[in-house]
């Protein structure tokens, strides 16, 4: 069986780790260890992972006492502090969500071919008061897809031994990493400027919780498309597809000429590209309309 590495960010937990560590050790058909990282918490999570180490050979906890701030940041400190050399598969979890038992299978599956150097999936999102959403991130990849979009919530990825080694020694190497905020979108466009293939699960492999907590959650209300507008108009959009592209040594005539500044001819360039830079339709829409507006 395959063996992969589960790397778990956690902060302030308590309300809902326990059952998704449990839905994790309940995957079929594998091998699998867990990591796991805990911001400096006030609830009780480093205690309840602590004892999680003690009670399950194959639960591990990293020092506990470091403030992150972000999800992305904790992330950064497991894929640079664990040695992943010694799995199959790498995959991401945070700490709120419920796996389907066959989730890794899946992703697994697909990666032992050898065609796919990482997978994701649509999830199920759900709410406290019953309200559930498929959240769908499997349209057909285009060209520069990786750079202005995820591949789906980091929850679902699972990426093979190689791109979870170049993650890391890019880590290890790089300041300007650092800087870019969300550490699935950049494992997406890890891989696919290295040229490999990336496939995105239209069956939802998991329960993705929403709550007020959550970092990103389902962009599905009129809160978080204004919330989206406002980061696009404040330059911070522009800003993590171009340190994405410098940290990756992207050399591109159409990227440079697209985004090296704002002017009308960079935002026409961007009007007759649409086409090339998102998946989904109405997000083609929402981004022709925010160039338009010369908001990005």
Known sequence: MASVVVLLAAYNGMEWIEEQVQSILN??????????????????????????????????????????????SNFYHLIKNVDVSGYDFISFSDQDDIWYEDKLFRAVTK???????????????????????????????????FLFESAGPGCSIVINKNIAC????ILIESDEIKEIEYHDWFV?????????????????????????RNQIGANNSWRAAMKRISMI??????????????????HDQFLFRCLS????????????????????????????????????
């Open 166 to 169: 170049a993650f890391r020694k």
């Open 27 to 72: 995957q079929k058909n594998v091998v699998l260890d867990i990591y796991l990282s805990v911001d400096v918490s006030t609830d009780g999570t480093e205690k309840f992972c602590a004892e999680l180490t003690a009670k399950y050979d194959n639960i591990h906890m990293l020092p506990y006492g470091e403030r992150f701030g972000d999800a992305a």
């Open 233 to 250: 108009q404040s330059g911070w959009y522009r800003s993590q597809i171009k340190r994405t592209i410098s940290v990756l040594s992207i």
């Open 188 to 212: 997406y466009a890890l891989a696919r400027s290295s040229g490999c293939k990336w496939y995105i699960d239209a069956l939802p492999s998991m329960k993705y919780r929403q709550h007020e």
């Open 111 to 145: 990666l032992s071919s050898g065609e796919y150097a990482g997978y994701s999936s649509n999830v199920l999102a759900f709410w406290r008061d019953g309200r559930t959403k498929i959240i769908n991130k499997s349209q057909k990849q285009v060209e520069y897809d």
């Open 261 to 296: 500044d704002r002017s009308l001819s960079s935002r026409i360039l961007l009007l007759k590209n649409i086409n090339k830079i998102r998946r989904k339709f109405s997000e083609r829409v929402f981004f022709f309309v925010i160039v338009a507006m010369g908001l990005f």
